[in-house]
Nanobody
Framework: VQLQASGGGLVQAGGSLKLSCAAS????????MGWFRQTPGKEREFVAA????????YYSGPVKGRFTISRDSAENTIYLQMNSLKPEETAVYYC?????????????????WGQGTQVTVSS
């Protein structure tokens, strides 16, 4: 599966951004997907995940209540709506696809990664 992330940019603290990740190719008919983020010198951090049907979502503690993950299966696209952004959430955001159908927070459960999109939150 090839993944193309987009939607990053510069936003002021308290603002919103919506990321998109379009999937193409591959032979899978259904798979879980997720969003992670990473800053220089740090490990990739789980943000949110969604199961194959979109009926189950999973969030990290810091973003719960502010971020929303969703998917449009017809378009093979997932989204991450990010509200009330904080400067410490400045990072490269990556989308990922899993060979399984269950939403997961673990990096090693995903085998396809997008190129990342930069999100910068100014104070």
């Amino acid at each position: 599966v090839q993944l193309q992330a987009s939607g990053g940019g510069l936003v002021q603290a308290g603002g919103s951004l919506k990321l998109s990740c379009a999937a193409s190719g591959g032979t899978r008919s259904s798979y879980a997907m997720g969003w992670f983020r990473q800053t220089p010198g740090k490990e990739r951090e789980f943000v949110a995940a969604i199961n194959w049907s979109g009926g189950v979502t999973y969030y990290s503690g810091p973003v719960k209540g502010r971020f929303t993950i969703s998917r449009d299966s017809a378009e093979n696209t997932i989204y991450l709506q990010m509200n009330s952004l904080k400067p410490e959430e400045t990072a490269v955001y990556y989308c990922a696809a899993s060979p399984g159908v269950t939403a997961s927070s673990r990096v090693w459960d995903y085998d396809s990664w997008g190129q990342g999109t930069q999100v910068t939150v100014s104070s």
